[in-house]
């Protein structure tokens, strides 16, 4: 049961998230997602990680962290791994700024990255997800700023 709260919370995030191109209302505008570089991010991923890494390119870790789990609860383990493919795309662009800020914290992600790795290759859905929830976890505990 945690565990669907969780991922309807993440679910809720990522839609609150896709309207981050639109201007900023009074209920959002202090949330970090509606800065103009959360916008510029978005349209361009090739921007680089000095450029606000953290409200922009953590959400992608975290979407992308989602729907992997998303396809491994439906056992479908060939879109579980196509979708954490983009994984490493996405952390490329960050995994630097991660580390100067919380070397603990990209420890940690690059050891979650290796046991969803193996978890996908071996088609073990309880490990997959378990991984993927620490993974989760510990990009969010990323320290901001």
Request: charged residues 15%; aromatic residues 6%.
């Amino acid at each position: 049961m945690r565990f669907k709260s969780t991922l309807l919370l993440c679910s809720l995030g990522l839609f609150a998230l896709a309207g981050c191109g639109q201007p900023p209302t009074t209920a959002d505008a202090g949330s970090p997602s509606s800065s103009p570089a959360a916008s510029t991010m978005a349209s361009s991923p090739a921007a680089t990680a000095s450029t606000s890494t953290a409200t922009v390119a953590y959400p992608q870790l975290l979407a992308v962290v989602t729907k992997t789990q998303t396809a491994v609860e439906t056992k479908d383990f060939a879109k579980a791994q196509q979708e954490f493919d983009q994984f490493e795309g996405v952390w490329s662009q960050v995994e630097d700024g991660i580390k100067e800020k919380s070397g603990e914290s990209y420890d940690a992600i690059e050891q979650d990255m290796d046991k969803v790795g193996a978890a996908l290759r071996a088609s073990n859905s309880d490990d997959a997800i378990a991984a993927l929830q620490a993974m989760g976890g510990h990009i969010q505990s990323i320290p901001q700023g």
